[in-house]
T-cell receptor, first 110, second 118 residues
Framework: RKEVEQDPGPFNVPEGATVAFNCTYS??????FFWYRQDCRKEPKLLMS?????NEDGRFTAQLNRASQYISLLIRDSKLSDSATYLC???????????WGAGTKLIIKP | GAGVSQSPSNKVTEKGKDVELRCDPI?????LYWYRQSLGQGLEFLIY????????KSGLPSDRFSAERTGGSVSTLTIQRTQQEDSAVYLC????????????????FGPGTRLTVL
């Protein structure tokens, strides 16, 4: 089993719709969680950190479920520019390494 | 200010040749990371530097891979006797410092070096 698993997609979503995807992690000791965004043939960029209580940044909402060991990303009122691959990232408290999921590809269609 | 830069942006080499990839982190960032990403795959962690020191080299795929960092700044990743399976995008990232669960360890990525081994 991979340490961080994501549905590779692609998720094809019409513009303006709401889309959500999850990421599961295997190590219950994981302490820090992030969503990164990667555009085609570009480097990853931090989208948002994920806090225990859940957090929102504009149209983006991130949630953490420690009991079930998953994090989620919800995008409301999706824009064409949201088309990208969304990478789930997990960090262990005692380990400098970030463990990366393979990403979920999102395609927003007009 | 300037972000993370990497050179070359593209490198095509023949199997068996050595290559050297360079990373210039954001000024003042003490932590530096090397990853590689194959087409359609997630990031594979290779090595991390805190200052000039690499505490754990176990992520390097083989002994053909080595990395160094000098002056707490520029890092080079060297691949000796390249093989076709080494073809990937090699990404470098830096963070202000290494800290657990802190925003100061947000990683900022360079544009990557696309390595193709023929």
């Amino acid at each position: 089993r991979k340490e961080v698993e994501q549905d590779p997609g692609p998720f094809n979503v019409p513009e303006g719709a709401t889309v959500a995807f999850n990421c599961t992690y295997s190590n219950s000791a994981s302490q820090s969680f992030f969503w990164y965004r990667q555009d085609c043939r570009k480097e990853p960029k931090l989208l948002m950190s994920v806090y225990s209580s859940g957090n929102e940044d504009g149209r983006f909402t991130a949630q953490l479920n420690r009991a079930s060991q998953y994090i989620s990303l919800l995008i409301r009122d999706s824009k064409l520019s949201d088309s990208a691959t969304y990478l789930c990232v997990v960090k262990l408290d005692s380990n400098y390494q970030l463990i990366w999921g393979a990403g979920t590809k999102l395609i927003i269609k007009p | 200010g300037a972000g993370v830069s990497q050179s070359p942006s593209n490198k095509v080499t023949e199997k068996g040749k050595d290559v050297e990839l360079r990373c210039d982190p954001i000024s003042g960032h003490t932590a530096l990371y090397w990853y590689r990403q194959s087409l359609g795959q997630g990031l594979e962690f290779l090595i991390y530097f805190q200052g000039n020191s690499a505490p754990d080299k176990s992520g390097l795929p083989s002994d053909r891979f080595s990395a160094e960092r000098t002056g707490g700044s520029v890092s080079t990743l060297t691949i000796q006797r390249t093989q076709q399976e080494d073809s990937a995008v090699y990404l470098c990232a830096s963070s202000l410092k290494f800290a657990t669960g802190s925003s100061t360890d947000t990683q900022y990525f360079g544009p990557g070096t696309r390595l193709t081994v023929l």
